[in-house]
């Protein structure tokens, strides 16, 4: 039998107290976590699960298992509820407390090292996430004497009390905030270290308190007391595994102090290199690396070798995913993050080869899609009333990077065919099956639709092209231009669904785009199909409709969260514009990417964050004056 024993005790329920409504959640994903052999390996016939207990329940579990078998060689107490310092001591409350009589009805920590010390289990492990939890220090002098601890095979006792003494313990979506940071580092989601087998709760204590104590109103603290031996509170789930790639990023690298800034940087891009395969968030990923690269020093050539080893091992662990667009989106977040030092001609070369790769990774990602289309007509469906506003954003997302692969293919001067192919095969599948879900549903379209539309234009795929383009204006009319912020928070989309149904209700600030751009890249798309005169007749519907373009100055800052400088071009339906061509003779100058590299790397940076639309893929407004499709086609490709 394991040496292994493990208490939760969660309570929310009292009878004179104020009832909680996270605790026993709180000890629950404690126990069920830790229980797992895998993670905690603790025995699951000795291990207690407490909901809402009294103190007696509690003091009968605690002597069965310290007492009632043989000696432990590891103890976890977990505790969530309500907790205080009183007459010099620590309380944690269960459900018959009563708060004018603590010491009679509450657990002390006093009693609790007391019975700890006499059961001498040979590692224990407190966990308490309660308000005022860090005054447990006033119960420490009963445990730090010669008799219980310092001589060889006295027990060690860690203790982390997620708020200081005079804090309250906040929850946050259910869980307390200590407990879920617990849970993180218990997982995985939180890297600590990948050198040892285990962890210990002293690591895993100071990673907690780094956390929560960043947000500023709790504090956690962690104590170790007569630690040693091995780590044993968990299993590491990095240990051996995960960042040997990363790791051997700098195999050979010279030493000095580019090596040194390159280390002390590193470290930071673990977390999100963990969580490429299963948790992928492109921007923590790019604003982790921006900085290691930064480390890289300005030798010629040394950025872009350090971005090219980066890049290999962040792939490799992105082919651990599922998903056939994850690591053609860790090539391309690999790529934004070198756009701030694009001004040096070898990183613009290099991002220029970059794009060509991910290009071939997306035609090999889209042809994947078309298969699994061809194989499962429904298969971008995921199921559920979420589709309703995810599906239409899914499948601007897909033709979105197939034009990605087909610009890059026209500006390299390669064979096109392959890329043409790809495109008109997606889209054919896509009105054979979900073209009820070709609608303007969120801002977040915008540049996946701007950049599959001019791409389909540069292919002359016209008939593709104003097909697409005529679903998603005409849902754009039918719903008055309201579509969904790109940050729209999720809790709020069902209301904006619900809000643009006919009859249309009013919609807050927090759920529309206003103004919004991806109207604004529908109507200007218009003249590259001929379209102009349906869409001037359609733009009565759309009266005092905002319109914006931001129009980034310098493109090394397009994958930066916020872009510096810039302008906003705002248009107004029936205000100052009436027809394409007023927006069009209003559109003001700004800057392209004066490099390919850069061209394609911004484009990729809008496809990551699509908070920000690539305007210069289209032509400037006075080149295609007067044009019909087939000569603004010829055009578009000229201005490029």
Not at 143 to 165: C, D, F, Q, W
Not at 512 to 521: D, G, I, K, N, S
Not at 526 to 537: A, C, P, Y
């Amino acid at each position: 039998m394991s040496g292994r024993a493990l208490l939760a005790i969660g309570c929310d329920a009292y009878a004179e107290l104020d009832p909680l409504s996270g605790a026993e959640a709180d000890a629950s994903a404690i126990f069920a976590s830790l229980i797992r052999p895998e993670v905690g390996d603790y025995d699951a016939g000795r291990s207690k699960l407490l909901r809402s207990p009294t103190l007696q329940q509690v003091r009968d579990t605690l002597t069965k298992m310290l007492f009632d078998s043989e000696s432990l060689d590891t103890l976890t107490i977990a505790f969530a509820g309500h907790g205080a310092v009183n007459a010099g001591s620590f309380y944690m409350a269960m459900s018959d407390t009563r708060g004018r009589a603590l010491s009679a009805t509450a657990l002390s920590l006093a009693d609790l090292f007391r019975m700890i010390a006499e059961a001498a289990p040979k590692q224990t492990y407190i966990v308490i996430d309660a308000c005022e939890s860090g005054g447990l220090i006033s119960d420490l002098n009963v445990i730090l004497k010669s008799e219980v601890m310092g001589e060889l095979g006295t027990p060690g006792v860690t203790l982390l009390a997620t708020a200081a003494s005079n804090q309250a313990a906040i929850e946050e979506n259910g869980h307390g905030v200590g407990t879920a940071a617990l849970l993180a580092c218990i997982s995985g989601e939180i890297l600590l270290q990948d050198s040892t087998p285990a962890l210990d709760l002293v690591e895993i204590g100071r990673a907690v308190s780094a956390r929560v104590g960043a947000a500023g109103e709790q504090m956690p603290v962690v104590w170790g007391l007569n630690l040693y031996g091995p780590a044993g509170f968990c299993k590491n789930p990095h240990a051996g595994t995960g960042n040997a790639p990363l790791r051997s990023v700098l195999a050979g690298w010279p030493d000095g102090n580019t090596a040194a800034a390159i280390r002390r940087n590193l470290r930071h891009l673990w977390e999100p290199y963990i969580a490429i395969s299963k948790r992928w968030d492109a921007r923590s990923f790019v604003d982790a690396l921006t900085p290691l690269l930064r480390g890289a020093g300005d030798s010629p050539g040394m950025r872009t070798d350090l971005a090219r080893r980066v890049t290999e091992a962040c792939a490799a662990q992105a082919r651990e995913s599922r998903d056939h667009f994850r690591e053609v989106e860790v090539r391309a977040a690999c790529a934004v993050a070198l756009l701030p030092f694009a001004d040096d001609s070898d990183v613009q070369i290099y991002l220029a080869k970059a794009c060509e790769e991910i290009t071939q990774g997306v035609i090999r990602a889209v042809e994947d899609a078309i298969e699994a289309i061809d194989g499962y007509s429904f298969a971008l469906v995921t199921g559920g009333m979420g589709d309703l506003f995810n599906l239409p954003i899914r499948i601007a997302k897909l033709i979105g990077w197939a034009g990605f692969a087909t610009h890059v293919q026209l500006d390299g001067g390669e064979p096109t065919q392959g890329a043409e192919k790809m495109l008109a095969g997606l889209i054919t599948r896509i009105f054979e099956t979900y073209s009820l879900s070709l609608v303007a549903m969120s801002d977040a379209q915008a540049p996946y639709t701007l950049t599959a539309l001019t791409a389909a234009a540069r292919a002359g795929l016209l008939e593709e092209g104003e097909r697409i383009l005529g679903h998603l204006f005409s849902s754009s009319v039918q719903c008055g231009g309201r579509v969904a912020r790109a940050d729209i928070e999720p809790s709020k989309i069902l209301g904006f669904l619900l809000a643009r149904t006919p009859p249309a209700t009013r919609l807050s600030i927090d759920m529309v785009a206003q103004p919004t751009e991806l109207v604004l890249a529908l109507i200007r798309a218009s003249r590259l199909f001929g379209l102009m005169d349906e869409v001037d007749t359609s733009l009565s519907q759309l009266d005092h409709l905002a319109l914006n373009a931001y129009l980034a100055d310098d493109f090394r800052c397009f994958g930066d969260e916020m872009i510096s400088g810039g302008i906003n071009a705002v248009f107004h339906i029936g205000h100052d514009v009436w027809s394409v061509g007023d927006i069009e003779t209003a559109w003001p100058l700004h800057p392209s990417p004066n490099h390919q590299g850069i061209r394609w790397t911004a484009v990729l940076a809008s496809l990551l964050f699509p908070d920000r639309t690539p305007w210069f893929l289209l032509p400037v407004p006075a080149i295609i004056e007067g044009s019909q499709p087939e000569q603004a086609t010829r055009n578009l490709q000229a201005s490029q």
